[in-house]
C-alpha cells in the first residue's frame, strides 16, 4: 500500500490527482494507495503540496518550507509562477509539476519522486530554455488574473467588482502589465495580450485545470 500525504488548501487539483491515482490502481494490478492529509508524525512514501497558491517563496511557511528540501515531495505549481519555480528548481530538491501540463504520466512522475530522484515538468524546462534565449516578461499572479480579464474585454471597474478590489488597485496594475510588455495604449496593450496568448498556445502551455494523465 503506498502511502500518499497532501498539504492543499483547496480540493481544485486534489480532486484530479485522486482521479488519477484511482485510475492507475485500475489498471496497474497490485498496485494501491492511501490518500490522507499530512498529519504531524505521518510518514509518507510521497508528499504532495498545492503551491498554486503562493507567488513567492516568502509566502511559504517555514514548516512547509522544510518538507521542500525532502526528495519524496511533490509540488504542484502552474505555468505563471515562473520566479517561485526558478527558486524552487534551484534551492530545493522536491520534483516540480505543473497542473497546466497538457499531457503526464503520474505513474512515472510517482515512481521517480518516490525512489528519491528529482522529476521536473517538461513545462517548466521549456521556460527555462526560452528564459535563456530572451529575457521573458514575468507577470505576478494578481497581475495575471487582471490581464486575463482584460483579454476577454473586462473594463477596470468591472473587473474591480469581480476580483473585490478598487479600482484604483486594478488600475496600478493594468499600469505594470503595460509597462512590463512594452505597451503605451490600450489597443497595444489588446496586441501584446493576445500575442502572449497565441505563444502560451502554440508551445502547448495551456492554461488549465489539470492535464490529460496517461498510466
Not at 480540493?11 to 488519477?20: M, W
Not at 505543473?98 to 515512481?111: A, K, N, Q, S
Not at 528519491?116 to 528564459?131: D, E, M, N, T, W
Request: glycine share 6%.
Amino acid at each position: 500500500m503506498c502511502q500518499i500525504r497532501y498539504v492543499a488548501c483547496a480540493d481544485i487539483y486534489l480532486s484530479g490527482i485522486r482521479g488519477c491515482l484511482d485510475t492507475l490502481a485500475r489498471h496497474h494490478h497490485g498496485w494501491n494507495y492511501q490518500l490522507s492529509p499530512l498529519g504531524l508524525y505521518d510518514e509518507a512514501d510521497l508528499l504532495i503540496v498545492d503551491g498554486t497558491q503562493y507567488e513567492t517563496i516568502k509566502e511559504i511557511p517555514e514548516s512547509l518550507l522544510f518538507l521542500l528540501h525532502k526528495r519524496s515531495t511533490l509540488i504542484l505549481v502552474n505555468a505563471f509562477q515562473q520566479a517561485l519555480t526558478d527558486i524552487l528548481e534551484k534551492e530545493c530538491c522536491c520534483s516540480i509539476l505543473c497542473v497546466d501540463e497538457m499531457t503526464f504520466h503520474l505513474r512515472d512522475i510517482l515512481d521517480v519522486t518516490m525512489r528519491g530522484k528529482r522529476y521536473l515538468s517538461p513545462l517548466i524546462i521549456r521556460f527555462k530554455q526560452k528564459a535563456s534565449e530572451e529575457s521573458p516578461t514575468r507577470l505576478t499572479l494578481a497581475e495575471h488574473r487582471i490581464m486575463t480579464f482584460l483579454k476577454q474585454g473586462y473594463s477596470g471597474v468591472e473587473i474591480a467588482r469581480l476580483l473585490f478590489r478598487s479600482e484604483k488597485t486594478v488600475s496600478s496594475h493594468k499600469r505594470r502589465i503595460m509597462k512590463k510588455l512594452g505597451a503605451k495604449s490600450d489597443v497595444e496593450l489588446s496586441q501584446k495580450i493576445n500575442t502572449l496568448s497565441t505563444f502560451m498556445n502554440s508551445s502547448g502551455e495551456h492554461p488549465g485545470r489539470f492535464g490529460r494523465m496517461e498510466s
